[in-house]
């Protein structure tokens, strides 16, 4: 009997304290603190609250917080003026989740830079601050960088004697906000020789003048310049070159100098624009057809090889197969060496994180949201980026 009694008790007392215990899939977002790594249903929340604000810019919202939402979540901490370390705690989550933004004055911060397409905080403030200057006429501010945006910037810099491009950098922004600007600033503060020719590796004065030429356009977004011309450095110049209808190769050479100093704006293109030309047509259609036809072709860890292949040697054996770029052995490799795309097209390589942070799977971009690559588990096989497993784990295109 007293057994019995015991065990009712007990029974009773157990069913009261799960009743009880907070559920972690009933929390809110903002009850605990999100970094990369986790997967729950918080994650998805917090996607969507970073796609309400322009910040999060994948088709859709995942469990699962890897390097987009990082990316993301950082760039949101910047515009609001918090700590941009990529993980969601009390202080991201008071201003993420509060509908007003986190400064209501109309003065932008001459240090950024912004230019059509991107969505912050900040473009709020520079539309405000247009309009108190009679350039912006919309009837209302948003935090969208759009065309009436950009026409309003073409004004005012036409206005006040800048170069017309319709990008919101320093100079533009300083003059903005009331502050004197030098419009004739000494060529060594910008302006880049067209007799030198400056490429990856090399560390010189000149390249922390091209770095800066690149960023007043809006093409270098490293936080501060520097005399090393890196991976960063190149791949501005390539985003440049495409735009300016160049050789795109990364070198800094007397033609792509000679436009960078220029004021001609140039027109802002979808790097997927730069690439149509029946050479690179014909390169794309054989590397893709080389790809197919190895369909079925063994995983083989290091294998580079028709008798197996890893995924950056199946990526590799077919771009050289098809004279297409020359491409790195290593996946962590070929994603610095890309150049990075929002929408991949037909011959784009997509990366993943798949076993380790960082890039570590790829596969060649087929369209219709399909890739081929060598699965470990499938050898060369076709896959769907919204594939539940590869969905989550997406990291990005790179063009090259």
Same mark, same amino acid.
């Given at each position: 009997? $007293?057994?019995?009694?015991?065990?009712?008790?007990?029974? /009773?007392?157990?069913?009261?304290? %799960? *009743?009880?215990?907070?559920?972690?899939? &009933?929390?809110?977002?903002?009850?605990?603190?999100?970094?990369?790594?986790?997967?729950?249903?918080?994650?998805? &929340?917090?996607?969507?609250?970073?796609?309400?604000?322009?910040?999060?810019?994948?088709?859709?919202?995942?469990?699962?917080?890897?390097?987009?939402?990082?990316?993301?979540?950082?760039?949101?901490?910047?515009?609001?003026?918090? *700590?941009?370390?990529?993980?969601?705690?009390?202080?991201?989550?008071?201003?993420? =989740?509060?509908?007003?933004?986190?400064?209501?004055?109309?003065?932008?911060?001459?240090?950024?830079?912004? #230019?059509?397409?991107?969505?912050?905080?900040?473009?709020?403030?520079?539309?405000?601050?247009?309009?108190?200057?009679?350039?912006?006429?919309?009837?209302?501010?948003?935090?969208?960088?759009?065309? !009436?945006?950009?026409?309003?910037?073409?004004?005012?810099?036409? *206005?006040?004697?800048?170069?017309? &491009?319709?990008?919101?950098?320093?100079?533009?922004?300083? $003059?903005?906000?009331?502050?004197? %600007?030098? /419009?004739? /600033?000494?060529?060594?503060?910008?302006?880049?020789?067209?007799?030198?020719?400056?490429? =990856?590796?090399?560390?010189?004065?000149?390249?922390?003048?091209?770095?800066?030429?690149?960023?007043?356009?809006? @093409?270098?977004?490293?936080?501060?310049?520097?005399?090393?011309?890196?991976? !960063?450095? +190149?791949? *501005?110049?390539?985003?440049?070159? +495409?735009?300016?209808?160049?050789? %795109?190769?990364?070198?800094?050479?007397? #033609?792509?100098?000679?436009?960078?100093?220029?004021?001609?704006?140039?027109?802002?293109?979808?790097?997927?624009?730069?690439?149509?030309?029946?050479?690179?047509?014909?390169?794309?259609? $054989?590397? !893709?057809?080389?790809?197919?036809?190895?369909?079925?072709?063994? @995983?083989?860890?290091?294998?580079? /090889?028709?008798?197996?292949?890893?995924?950056?040697?199946?990526?590799?054996?077919?771009?050289?197969?098809?004279?297409?770029?020359?491409?790195?052995?290593?996946?962590?490799?070929?994603? &610095?060496?890309?150049?990075?795309?929002?929408?991949? $097209?037909?011959?784009?390589?997509?990366?993943?994180?798949?076993? #380790?942070?960082?890039?570590?799977?790829?596969? !060649?971009?087929?369209?219709?949201?399909?890739?081929?690559?060598?699965?470990?588990?499938?050898?060369?096989?076709?896959?769907?980026?919204?594939?539940? @497993?590869?969905?989550?784990? @997406?990291?990005?295109?790179?063009?090259?």
């Amino acid at each position: 009997m $007293k057994k019995l009694i015991y065990s009712v008790v007990l029974g /009773s007392t157990i069913s009261a304290a %799960v *009743a009880t215990a907070p559920n972690s899939a &009933d929390a809110a977002l903002g009850d605990g603190l999100l970094k990369q790594g986790m997967n729950n249903s918080d994650v998805k &929340d917090l996607q969507q609250q970073l796609k309400n604000k322009g910040y999060f810019k994948l088709g859709y919202t995942t469990t699962y917080f890897g390097t987009i939402t990082k990316d993301a979540l950082k760039n949101f901490q910047r515009a609001n003026g918090l *700590a941009a370390d990529g993980i969601a705690g009390k202080n991201t989550y008071r201003v993420l =989740l509060n509908n007003s933004t986190s400064s209501s004055s109309g003065t932008v911060s001459s240090s950024t830079l912004l #230019k059509y397409g991107m969505s912050s905080p900040q473009v709020k403030q520079l539309q405000s601050a247009l309009k108190q200057k009679g350039y912006f006429n919309f009837g209302y501010t948003t935090n969208y960088y759009g065309s !009436i945006t950009r026409d309003a910037v073409i004004k005012f810099q036409r *206005a006040n004697g800048l170069a017309a &491009d319709g990008i919101a950098g320093p100079k533009t922004l300083a $003059k903005l906000n009331g502050s004197s %600007v030098s /419009s004739g /600033s000494s060529s060594s503060s910008s302006g880049v020789s067209t007799s030198t020719t400056l490429r =990856l590796g090399m560390s010189s004065p000149q390249v922390q003048k091209l770095q800066s030429a690149l960023k007043q356009k809006g @093409y270098f977004t490293s936080s501060r310049t520097t005399n090393y011309y890196g991976t !960063i450095t +190149r791949d *501005a110049v390539m985003k440049f070159q +495409r735009a300016a209808g160049l050789a %795109v190769d990364g070198i800094a050479g007397p #033609k792509t100098l000679a436009a960078l100093n220029g004021n001609t704006p140039v027109a802002e293109s979808k790097p997927s624009q730069g690439s149509g030309s029946t050479s690179s047509s014909q390169t794309t259609q $054989k590397i !893709i057809s080389i790809a197919k036809s190895l369909r079925g072709v063994p @995983y083989v860890w290091g294998g580079t /090889s028709t008798s197996g292949f890893d995924c950056s040697g199946f990526i590799q054996y077919v771009f050289n197969k098809a004279g297409g770029p020359s491409l790195p052995r290593t996946v962590a490799a070929m994603y &610095d060496r890309g150049t990075s795309v929002s929408s991949p $097209k037909v011959g784009d390589l997509v990366f993943f994180e798949t076993y #380790k942070p960082g890039a570590s799977h790829a596969g !060649i971009y087929l369209g219709n949201s399909q890739f081929i690559h060598a699965g470990s588990s499938t050898g060369v096989t076709i896959s769907s980026l919204h594939n539940t @497993y590869w969905a989550p784990r @997406y990291l990005g295109a790179k063009t090259y």
